[in-house]
T-cell receptor, first 109, second 115 residues
Framework: GQSLEQPSEVTAVEGAIVQINCTYQ??????LSWYQQHDGGAPTFLSY????GLEETGRFSSFLSRSDSYGYLLLQELQMKDSASYFC??????????FGKGTMLLVSP | NAGVTQTPKFRVLKTGQSMTLLCAQD?????MYWYRQDPGMGLRLIHY???????AKGEVPDGYNVSRLKKQNFLLGLESAAPSQTSVYFC??????????????FGPGTRLTVL
């Protein structure tokens, strides 16, 4: 089976840095993706890690440790518009993704 | 370039009724997916297709059927709707197998209520 664990909710204030963790147990692993979803709308792609280390895209960074089956999404200089749900997803090599249950990020002024 | 579109946006059904959800993409993608999203459950894969004329089961396929007669369209059918199928349904597409940096592009969703 496949399982992904991430916190259900995280809160932070504007301008702060927040880290959303994801641990996974899967039968195969090619990479870890992160998606953002606002208010139940269409999820949108944020980042993908196939190799260990940090990938940076503007204010967002994503980290992967394959040996620890662990990754995180780091959001810097938080803005109100970053309030959303964030999903980690594992690519197990079968042309599909398995998603975590999502982390709701609440950014306050 | 509309990306991924879904029809309808909202629907209310009575138990036992049937319906078809339509997904269309104009990005010439090979891979298409149907997910359902329930509160606190994340996105769960129902069925997917790796090309025209092919379909495969995902994590939660029971009670649903799919067809991919044209590359740009992926249909999701409910033959006899049940209240447990009340959910938000998302379609997605991607251009390559996911052992790459490619991504899935999602449609806006269909909100289905079964009474």
């Amino acid at each position: 089976g496949q399982s992904l664990e991430q916190p259900s909710e995280v809160t932070a204030v504007e301008g702060a840095i927040v880290q959303i963790n994801c641990t996974y147990q899967t039968s195969g692993f090619y990479g870890l993706s992160w998606y953002q979803q606002h208010d139940g709308g269409a999820p949108t792609f944020l980042s993908y890690n196939a190799l260990d280390g940090l990938e940076e895209t503007g204010r967002f960074s994503s980290f992967l440790s394959r040996s620890d089956s662990y990754g995180y999404l780091l959001l810097q200089e938080l803005q109100m518009k970053d309030s959303a749900s964030y999903f980690c997803a594992v690519d197990s090599g079968y042309s599909t993704l398995t998603f975590g249950k999502g982390t709701m990020l609440l950014v306050s002024p | 370039n509309a990306g991924v579109t879904q029809t309808p946006k909202f629907r209310v059904l009575k138990t036992g009724q049937s319906m078809t959800l339509l997904c269309a993409q104009d990005m010439n993608h090979e891979y298409m997916y149907w997910y359902r999203q329930d509160p606190g459950m994340g996105l769960r894969l129902i069925h997917y297709s790796v090309g025209e004329g092919t379909t495969a089961k995902g994590e939660v396929p029971d009670g649903y059927n799919v067809s991919r007669l044209k590359k740009q369209n992926f249909l999701l059918g409910l033959e006899s709707a049940a209240p447990s199928q009340t959910s938000v349904y998302f379609c997605a597409s991607s251009s390559l197998a996911l052992n790459s940096t490619d991504t899935q592009y999602f449609g806006p969703g269909t909100r289905l209520t079964v009474l």
